[in-house]
T-cell receptor, first 117, second 114 residues
Framework: DTGVSQDPRHKITKRGQNVTFRCDPI?????LYWYRQTLGQGPEFLTY????????KSRLLSDRFSAERPKGSFSTLEIQRTEQGDSAMYLC???????????????FGPGTRLTVL | AQKVTQAQTEISVVEKEDVTLDCVYE???????LFWYKQPPSGELVFLIR??????QNEISGRYSWNFQKSTSSFNFTITASQVVDSAVYFC???????????FGKGTSLLVTP
């Protein structure tokens, strides 16, 4: 399977705990995005990486959220001191800089569903 | 500010009916990109189409067609002869030329019944 993969697919945690999600983009995609989707809403942008550089962060990404892409390949999204309002689907997407397939297309992973009790 | 409005929250049709999903957008940019994505019950967003603001040609792909009208800031999506497998949530999205993020609408949930 050469699509975007995310791990874990589901995470249940208690309020106040820290959680970390992983995203493996499509091989050789140098652009990586994180989005958050709550029930009945469209995905909301969180942050963007080009290679290992984090180039844009949404104001939705509070101080409790941190994302990394240390080697320009996989990425991690950590939420510290989780709150019930953090319950959502966390989506990762990747994209190539090169003209491969439809231009400017972000390919999404299956998401990590977080439930904070 | 960028905004995408999908006024239809839920649509239910019987198989083989045609259905149009509306998308209205707001932007002050002259260069921008519009997208449609499908999110089936499995949850993974699937890319359907991308349009740039300078290309107002309508596009047809099999049973799918898209009508882009800058005059009304709309980018509507029509499914002809709908099928049960078309049941999903459909999202319209906008990206600024100078930005990285996709700005999604709230989605339209389409249910196609036999």
């Amino acid at each position: 399977d050469t699509g975007v993969s995310q791990d874990p697919r589901h995470k249940i945690t208690k309020r106040g705990q820290n959680v970390t999600f992983r995203c493996d983009p499509i091989s050789e995609h140098n652009r990586l995005y994180w989005y958050r989707q709550t029930l009945g809403q469209g995905p909301e942008f969180l942050t963007y990486f080009q290679n290992e550089a984090q180039l844009e962060k949404s104001r939705l990404l509070s101080d409790r959220f941190s994302a990394e892409r240390p080697k320009g390949s996989f990425s991690t999204l950590e939420i510290q001191r989780t709150e019930q309002g953090d319950s959502a689907m966390y989506l990762c997407a990747s994209r190539s800089s090169y003209r491969v397939g439809p231009p400017d297309t972000q390919y999404f992973g299956p998401g990590t569903r977080l439930t904070v009790l | 500010a960028q905004k995408v409005t999908q006024a239809q929250t839920e649509i239910s049709v019987v198989e083989k009916e045609d259905v149009t999903l509306d998308c209205v957008y707001e932007t002050r940019d002259t260069t921008y990109y519009l997208f449609w994505y499908k999110q089936p019950p499995s949850g993974e967003l699937v890319f359907l189409i991308r349009r740039n603001s300078f290309d107002e040609q309508n596009e047809i792909s099999g049973r799918y067609s898209w009508n882009f009208q800058k005059s009304t800031s709309s980018f509507n999506f029509t499914i002809t002869a709908s099928q049960v497998v078309d049941s999903a949530v459909y999202f319209c999205a906008l990206r600024r030329n100078s930005g990285y993020a996709l700005n999604f609408g709230k989605g339209t949930s389409l249910l196609v019944t036999p």
